[in-house]
């Protein structure tokens, strides 16, 4: 058990560039989070899958972003056209089953910025 | 909807004292309450979890926390803090009915030598 790997840990793009990010969970984890965190905030949820399905996105997930898990296993996270805004920490997580009760396993994530 | 606070943006203990980070939640029933975490340059890491039964929970490094129905909280103590005990604290609640947790916006543990 390597862990929820992340992949790049640090990202510099300019204003209206596109970037991808991806995500490797732990191995047979059939669920995926992704998550949003901002300076001085805790983490807020973007979106989720069950093994390839797509199962629930935040509003805050607006029409640039989008996200895949094509086979089930790893999950890429692309934002188009980055605003300044978008700069973060995008933090992805994996769980070995369904329910809020599964413990969460966070990877290192992927801190944004864009100028 | 659910919702989590914690008071308390930066706290600030001496080494080898006492520790207790406030978290107060927001939701009908009883949620899925936890406690994350994060220190410079890691990933989030579960320190425990309260379902249901004993509202005491033991959890790892030391860390408990306390179920209190009555006032809505789920605070975090430990009896004697560490230097590395220094990182960033997150409270996290879920419905039980939901598939996803709503974070705090975290405590900042400062530890004093």
């Known amino acids: 058990d390597t862990g929820v790997s992340q992949d790049p840990r640090h990202k510099i793009t300019k204003r209206g560039q596109n970037v991808t990010f991806r995500c490797d969970p732990i191995?047979?984890?059939?669920?995926l989070y992704w998550y949003r965190q901002t300076l001085g905030q805790g983490p807020e949820f973007l979106t989720y899958?069950?093994?390839?399905?797509?199962?629930?996105k935040s509003r805050l997930l607006s029409d640039r972003f989008s996200a895949e898990r094509p086979k089930g296993s790893f999950s890429t996270l692309e934002i188009q056209r980055t605003e300044q805004g978008d700069s973060a920490m995008y933090l992805c997580a994996s769980s070995p089953g369904q329910g809020v009760g599964e413990t969460q396993y966070f990877g290192p994530g992927t801190r944004l910025l864009v100028l | 909807a659910q919702s989590v606070t914690q008071p308390d943006i930066h706290i600030t203990v001496s080494e080898g004292a006492s520790l207790e980070l406030r978290c107060n939640y927001s939701y009908g029933a009883t949620p899925y309450l936890f406690w994350y975490v994060q220190s410079p340059g890691q990933g989030l890491q579960l320190l425990l979890k309260y379902f249901s039964g004993d509202t005491l929970v033991q959890g790892i490094k030391g860390f408990e926390a306390e179920f209190k129905r009555s006032q809505s909280s789920f605070n975090l103590r430990k009896p004697s803090v560490h230097w590395s005990d220094a990182a960033e604290y997150f409270c996290?609640?879920?419905?039980?009915?939901?598939?996803?947790?709503?974070f705090g916006k975290g405590t900042r543990l400062h530890i004093l030598p």
């Open positions: 996290a609640v879920g419905a039980p009915e939901a598939d996803k947790i709503i």
């Open positions: 191995s047979e984890h059939n669920r």
């Open positions: 899958f069950q093994n390839e399905a797509q199962l629930e």
